[in-house]
């Protein structure tokens, strides 16, 4: 079992910036493929970011890329997310999820399938 906890959420204007965490407990961290979910109000869960178990790849939705860098800390058991220039359609709940190398590689590390551990989230509310 992995137990994740986010924080960092919260209320900030338009093109300001964020940084959530993820503090991640259980078995080992660094063997899991994690990543970053967004869900916002009516809309369906949506992939935001994910990075490989040694943080050497990581991956963007289109529509983050150039703003939310994506990283973590292997030895302080924690993910993170940047986030940079938001827009008010990106209030949403925001969620970091865990996934073995199997199965983001069976389900692919950019789907909810690929993940087998979430988080509770975290709101992030980003006003005009």
């Known amino acids: 079992q992995v137990q994740l906890v986010e924080s960092g959420g919260g209320l900030v204007q338009a093109g300001g910036s964020l940084r959530l965490s993820c503090a991640a407990s259980?078995?080992?961290?660094?063997?899991?493929?994690m990543g970053w979910f967004r869900r916002a109000p009516g809309k369906e869960r949506e992939f935001v970011a994910a990075i490989s178990w040694i943080g050497g790849s990581t991956y963007y939705a289109d529509s983050v890329k150039g703003r939310f860098t994506i990283s973590r800390d292997n030895a302080k058991n924690t993910l993170y997310l940047q986030m940079n220039s938001l827009k008010p359609e990106e209030t949403a709940v925001y969620y970091c999820a865990a996934g073995t190398v199997q199965n983001t590689y069976s389900n692919g590390a950019a789907g909810p399938r690929g993940y087998d551990y979430w988080g509770q989230g975290t709101q992030v509310t980003v006003s005009s």
């Open positions: 259980g078995r080992t961290f660094s063997s899991y493929v």
